[in-house]
Each structure stands twice: as C-alpha cells, then as structure tokens.
C-alpha cells in the first residue's frame, strides 16, 4: 500500500516534541511509512513529523553532539544514498554492533522526521503493538 501522510499538525509537532531519550510509545493508529535514506531526504519537507521505518544497510561514524547531552548523530545509508539521524543514548549499543562503513545486510529503524533539523530522529529498532487500542511501544 501507499505511504500514508498524517495531515494534522498538532499529531506532528506532538511525535517531534516527544522526549527521544527514553522508550517511546505513539497512538495505535499513528502511520508508519516505509523509505530508504534518499527517499526521506527527497521527502524530507513533506515529510516533516511523519514516523518513519528507515531501511538501511550501513552506517557511518558516530558524533557526540555537544549541544544535546544523551543524543550523537550517525549517517545511515544503503546503495542510493545517506541520511543523518540522531541517535539517543539509549541507541548507542545496537548502533555500535554494525561495523562502520561496512554493507552486510539490510536493517530497520524507526524515527521522526525533523525538517528543521534536516535529520531522522530515531526512537527505536523494535516495535510492538499491543491489544486493543492501546499505543506501540518503540524500543532498542
């Protein structure tokens, strides 16, 4: 199927004001799309908010962010090109489990889609729905 946009701002602004730095739960309901680095970098602006579960195969170096204790930014990346993606603390030992700069296989990770920022903000390599209406729960 088709990737679904979430047209409702607040529904946006609320997945990217969520604290990243602890395991994230989002309404049942809330769209998943599915993209590649180079799709959420040609999409990035229409995109803007959207939970998204990136497909990758490598990784670049990993950077400590200065300005925001907790977090580092890495690139990920497959065949068609890169995306840069802040990583929480939380991330950091899955992340480290993939050599550098090496393609083995094809891998998944959820995020927010932040146009300010121009980055993927990652919230999780798991995800499970529970019964009922109740929220996913994303997790590393």
Not at 111 to 116: F, K, L, T
Request: aromatic content about 8%.
């Amino acid at each position: 199927p088709p990737n679904t946009i979430v047209q409702n701002p607040e529904s946006q602004q609320a997945l990217l004001n969520m604290d990243f730095s602890v395991p994230v739960s989002v309404p049942f309901d809330t769209p998943v799309l599915n993209a590649t680095p180079r799709d959420v970098e040609d999409q990035m602006r229409e995109w803007h908010g959207q939970l998204v579960r990136l497909r990758f195969t490598g990784r670049g170096d990993l950077q400590r962010l200065e300005e925001q204790p907790g977090y580092a930014e890495v690139v990920l990346w497959d065949r068609r090109g890169g995306m840069r993606c802040l990583l929480p603390a939380l991330g950091l030992s899955w992340i480290r489990d993939i050599r550098p700069y090496h393609a083995d296989r094809r891998r998944s990770v959820y995020g927010v889609v932040d146009a300010h920022r121009g980055v993927l903000r990652l919230i999780g390599r798991t995800q499970k729905t529970q019964m009922g209406n109740q929220p996913t729960l994303y997790s590393w």
